[in-house]
């Protein structure tokens, strides 16, 4: 039995080894993005119905999405620049603000971004959101979460194809999903490893940096997040706190981002 898994997992180890941008981590997704992609749109539709955004002529909105859209246009344009441009293929860049006090913020495959009020406070001006938000997408651009989800599969659900796992057990797919994705309030084994978390944010840097936006404010940003978990953990600090490890990275990393930096 093992052997015959084996046998079928080899061709999707072939098709899914790839390198990330900006760091060349090989990586390895059992998923297709395509799958990926199609589950996001429903499950991003299922959250909006629940969660009703905030209207477009709210302050924060406009925020969110002028942000928003500057690092999109500006991770395109890199990925476009070194050959990478089907790590965004197919993605229609939505953005959206929910009133929820949590301390949050998710980007799905397929480029769809959610900002929860919660967070707001923490990033206290754009450079802050930015952060925030160049963060989410590199996760998305760097299919963390294909790779988090793949893992889930395997440990749960025997590494069955996600069309056969949604068909038999839609229930546990549909949360190993929105683990993978930080939606909720549990993320459980499936929570980024210090490995993405890292990766995450150099990628957030470059990206923020080419959209304008200084990337020194990660650290300081960082900084608050970390201290606000002696009343709880906020969700994207739930499983890896935002340490003085963390903060050194960024340091030691900022000089390569500011490389892209050119004021707006």
């Known amino acids: 039995m093992k052997r015959t898994l084996l046998v079928l997992m080899l061709p999707a180890l072939v098709v899914g080894c790839h390198r990330v941008p900006i ?40 925020q969110v999405r002028t942000i928003g859209e500057r690092l999109a246009r500006a991770a395109t344009e890199y990925l476009t620049e070194h050959h990478a441009a089907d790590r965004v293929e197919g993605f229609q860049w939505t953005f959206n603000v929910v009133d929820d006090p949590t301390v949050n913020a998710w980007c799905m495959p397929g480029g769809r971004v959610v900002v929860y009020t919660g967070i707001l406070p ?4 754009d450079a802050g959101l930015a952060v925030v938000m160049g963060h989410e997408i590199a996760h998305a651009i760097a299919r963390h979460g294909n790779e988090r989800m793949s893992q889930g599969m395997a440990v749960q ?15 546990l797919t549909n949360d ?27 990628m957030g840097l470059v990206f923020m940096a080419l959209a304008g936006y200084d990337p020194q404010a ?39 981002a500011l490389k892209y930096y050119a004021p707006r």
Do not use: C
Not at 122 to 125: I, L, P
Not at 176 to 193: M, R
Not at 232 to 247: M, Y
């Open 23 to 62: 760091t060349g981590r090989k990586q390895v997704n059992l998923l297709s993005e395509t799958e990926m992609m199609g589950m996001s749109l429903s499950q991003y539709q299922a959250f909006i119905q629940e969660n009703p955004p905030l209207p477009d002529g709210d302050p924060r909105v406009r």
């Open 218 to 256: 990660a650290p300081s940003f960082w900084e608050r997040m970390s201290a606000m978990g002696g009343g709880g953990a906020p969700e994207l600090l739930s499983t890896h706190p935002s340490d003085e490890r963390r903060v050194a990275d960024l340091e030691a990393f900022m000089p390569e």
């Open 122 to 125: 923490v990033t206290q001006d």
């Open 176 to 202: 190993l999903f929105l683990q993978s994705y930080g939606i909720g309030s549990q993320l459980g084994t499936l929570a980024f490893s210090r490995k993405h978390e890292s990766e995450a944010d150099k």
């Open 157 to 171: 659900l025997g590494g069955a194809a996600l069309s056969v796992a949604l068909s038999q057990e839609p229930s």
